[in-house]
């Protein structure tokens, strides 16, 4: 089982919607989660962390945590075509020490006009 | 404040070569982290240095290493070159929340 679980996607969304990423997680000591948008041929680039159960808003972008169900999902609203992207969740715990930071296989998203 | 840096963007090299890259982190992070991106296997981490000390480390073999300087420059180095090396290579440099930016990376090509 992979630590961070990603659908791969192609989701595709039509401008305007709601688009809605998901991931899982498999450790339960996860202190923190982070979501990163990469446009094709460019680097990660950070939208927003969360480390606490609920929701945190940022503009059309709202993350949401359930730590007991161990998911992690972000929406983002009223999609424009500029979304298109592969969103990558992570995933930050410390073990004995080390810090680490877990990446999924990201979902590519493609919203369309 | 002027993002985290990679150099060289690209690079090509023929197998059995080493290659060295350099990153340069957000002033006053001192945590860098390196990463390789393929499409097959996303984004692996690779090791992650803090204060010129390689404070952990992904599953890659002894081929890849690093360090960091007392600045928080970073370079990693990969030795005998294999094809499957060829990759982007992704430095991030982190706050103290544990939120990472990244470089734009590094394309190494392996013929």
């Known amino acids: 089982q992979k630590e961070v679980e990603q659908n791969s996607g192609p989701l595709s969304v039509p401008e305007g919607a709601i688009a809605s990423l998901n991931c899982t997680y498999s450790?339960?000591?996860?202190?923190?989660f982070f979501w990163y948008r990469q446009y094709s041929g460019k680097s990660p680039e950070l939208i927003m962390f969360?480390?606490?159960?609920g929701d945190k808003e940022d503009g059309r972008f709202t993350a949401q945590l359930n730590k007991a169900s161990q998911y992690v999902s972000l929406l983002i609203r009223d999609s424009q075509p500029s979304d298109s992207a592969t969103y990558l969740c992570?995933?930050?715990?410390?073990?004995?020490?080390?810090?680490?930071?877990?990446f999924g296989q990201g979902t590519r998203l493609t919203i369309n006009p | 404040k002027a993002g985290v840096t990679q150099t060289p963007r690209y690079l090509i090299k023929t197998r059995g070569q080493q290659v060295t890259l350099s990153c340069s982190p957000i002033s006053g992070h001192r945590s860098v982290s390196w990463y390789q991106q393929t499409p097959g296997q996303g984004l692996q981490f690779l090791f992650e240095?803090?204060?010129?000390?390689?404070?952990n480390k992904g599953n890659f073999p002894g081929r890849f290493s690093g360090r960091q300087f007392s600045n928080s420059r970073s370079e990693m180095n990969v030795s005998t070159l294999e094809l499957g090396d060829s990759a982007l290579y992704l430095c991030?440099?982190?706050?103290?929340?544990?939120?990472?930016?990244f470089g734009p990376g590094t394309r190494l090509t392996v013929l």
């Open positions: 991030a440099s982190s706050t103290m929340n544990n939120e990472q930016f």
């Open positions: 450790d339960r000591g996860s202190q923190s």
């Open positions: 969360i480390y606490s159960n």
């Open positions: 992570a995933s930050y715990s410390i073990l004995q020490g080390a810090q680490k930071l877990v």
């Open positions: 240095y803090f204060s010129e000390t390689q404070r």
